[in-house]
């Protein structure tokens, strides 16, 4: 049986890489410091640490509970338009509380670390799909964080022997096939539980920021991927260090609009979303998506849940069981 460390496994995409760590009989600690997450994620299987790494003390405990098989990090603050205006708190609460993991995971002995980072990296790319020959440009602070930690861990590979993954990807979205946990963020900011909560009557209706965009419908077109893909990608990443430091772009292989999106809640939920059309958003590019050719070709990754509409229905399928979210 081997061990884990999770920081941010209460979390939406943490938890549910907790999720595929148990499911396949490993051990896992969680470290989450709640103010993004809910306790109600973390699966009982799992143990709790109520604690932030920026809280040296509380994290250097955390680490002497090893010896670790590897850490994975999701504990990050994630709203680009917020670090717009709060550049340097990302900045801090993101990359120097990692670089205080990082140095705390080579005091304690961790030889593997597996970062869940952005494909924020690639502000304005000049190929589409997104691939790891791209120029880094980070498109926002919080895109910058994210990049700081991993030239944190180039180097800490190169000094001190920690192998680490690094995984770029656009809009988790979906929920655990299962039902056991889903997407809870306040405020919510991703589109497609936006979209199903007006399908569902809880909001008045979708603002659509620009329907003339060079696209089939005009509207943008991003890459979503399906949350539990997500996690067996990272446990793929994991596999890769045992022979030297990885790092992957990773999307769904297709985008979809934000008029596709909403044609899809309109589709499993048998419902109508009411729409508004509104201006451009500054600095929204027309189409963003990801390529995971590398990753695939390495790992043999394949999205288990590549449609939209099963996507739309598994966060669906969330929503309808739990309208609170975690405090149901």
Not at 41 to 70: C, H, N, Q, Y
Not at 96 to 104: N, T, V
Not at 239 to 249: G, I, K, P, Q
Request: glycine content about 8%; some cysteine.
């Amino acid at each position: 049986m081997k061990r884990y460390l999770v920081t941010g496994g209460a979390g939406y995409v943490g938890s549910h890489l907790v999720l595929a760590l148990l499911d396949r009989g490993d051990q896992v600690t969680v470290i989450d410091n709640l103010r993004q997450g809910h306790r109600a994620a973390v699966p009982a299987a799992a143990r709790f640490i109520e604690a932030d790494i920026a809280d040296a003390a509380a994290l250097d405990a955390a680490l002497a509970g090893g010896p670790w098989d590897a850490v994975f990090h999701f504990a990050a603050l994630s709203l680009v338009g917020e670090s717009m205006k709060l550049p340097f708190r990302y900045f801090t609460e993101n990359a120097g509380y990692a670089f205080r993991l990082i140095e705390a995971c080579l005091r304690h002995g961790v030889r593997k670390f597996v970062l869940s980072s952005t494909a924020n990296l690639f502000g304005n790319p000049e190929r589409i799909p997104i691939d790891e020959a791209e120029r880094i440009e980070p498109g926002s602070p919080y895109g910058e964080s994210k990049y700081m930690i991993e030239r944190a861990l180039a180097w800490a590979d190169q000094v001190s022997g920690l192998r680490s993954a690094c995984l770029r990807y656009f809009n988790a979205a979906g929920a655990d096939p299962a039902g056991r946990a889903g997407e809870d963020h306040r405020p919510e900011t991703h589109l497609i539980p936006l979209v199903i909560d007006a399908a569902l009557g809880r909001r008045p209706e979708i603002a659509v920021f620009g329907n003339d965009y060079p696209t089939p419908d005009g509207t943008c077109i991003r890459d979503y991927i399906h949350v539990a893909d997500l996690a067996t990608a990272h446990l793929l990443a994991l596999d890769a260090l045992e022979t030297r430091s990885v790092t992957y772009n990773l999307g769904n292989g297709q985008g979809h609009s934000v008029m596709e999106v909403i044609r899809a809640v309109e589709a499993v939920s048998g419902r109508r979303v009411p729409v508004r059309i509104a201006p451009r958003r500054p600095g929204d590019p027309a189409r963003l998506v990801a390529s995971s050719e590398k990753l695939r070709r390495e790992t043999g990754w394949s999205p288990q849940y590549p449609d939209l509409h099963t996507i739309v229905r598994h966060a669906l399928d969330w929503r309808d069981s739990h309208p609170d979210g975690y405090a149901d």
